[in-house]
């Protein structure tokens, strides 16, 4: 029982070693890798399909290939959203593009592939905040006229506050 002890152990050992890891990145199996972890995470094919697309845009761009991913600096992720922004796509599209991006390199980080993520440094663009759209005075006339005493009626019989104001007493 000592002896097979021993040998589970020693293998586990080898199996865990980093130095023993003799994976050769190519742009096929970091993909793959990233899918396998967004799959075991529940992610939708579009998702998967969208992600996909987000990463070779982006080492297309750095003119390198993901088997590159050590070499991606903040710098160089920072220039790729300026260059978005200069393609003038959305706030939204461009959060999304730096939330894509972060999270591929956490998961490049945790597989050993980058000593230090070059995303930690990016910032998340703030997205412009609308004001919602208002009513015009006619828009607010109309939808009042619109109103007819059988809904009215509805209304209080369902404890629904009435509009108050002039003519709706």
């Known amino acids: 029982l000592g002896n097979l002890r021993t040998t589970v152990l020693a293998v586990w050992a080898a199996i865990l070693?980093?130095?023993?890891?003799?994976?050769?990145?190519t742009q096929d199996n970091i993909l793959s890798?990233?899918?396998?972890?967004?799959?075991?995470?529940?992610?939708?094919?579009?998702?998967?399909?969208?992600?996909?697309?987000?990463?070779?845009?982006?080492?297309?761009?750095?003119?390198?290939?993901?088997?590159?991913?050590?070499?991606?600096?903040?710098?160089?992720?920072?220039?790729?959203?300026?260059?978005?922004?200069?393609?003038?796509l959305t706030d939204s599209t461009i959060l999304s593009s730096v939330e894509r991006i972060k999270a591929f390199f956490r998961f490049a980080k945790e597989e050993g592939w980058v000593q230090r993520n070059p995303a930690d440094s990016l910032p998340r663009p703030r997205m412009a905040h609308r004001l919602p759209r208002t009513l015009t005075p006619g828009e607010?006339?109309?939808?009042?006229?619109?109103?007819?005493?059988?809904?009215?009626?509805?209304?209080?019989?369902?404890?629904?506050?009435?509009p108050s104001g002039p003519g709706n007493r």
């Open 17 to 25: 070693s980093p130095s023993n890891d003799h994976t050769v990145l």
């Open 33 to 88: 890798q990233y899918e396998t972890y967004l799959r075991a995470k529940g992610a939708a094919a579009r998702t998967l399909e969208s992600r996909r697309e987000s990463l070779q845009l982006l080492f297309r761009f750095l003119q390198l290939s993901p088997e590159d991913v050590a070499r991606v600096t903040a710098a160089q992720l920072r220039s790729y959203v300026i260059s978005l922004r200069d393609r003038r």
């Open 140 to 162: 607010v006339r109309k939808s009042t006229s619109a109103s007819s005493p059988t809904s009215r009626s509805v209304c209080a019989s369902q404890s629904i506050p009435r």
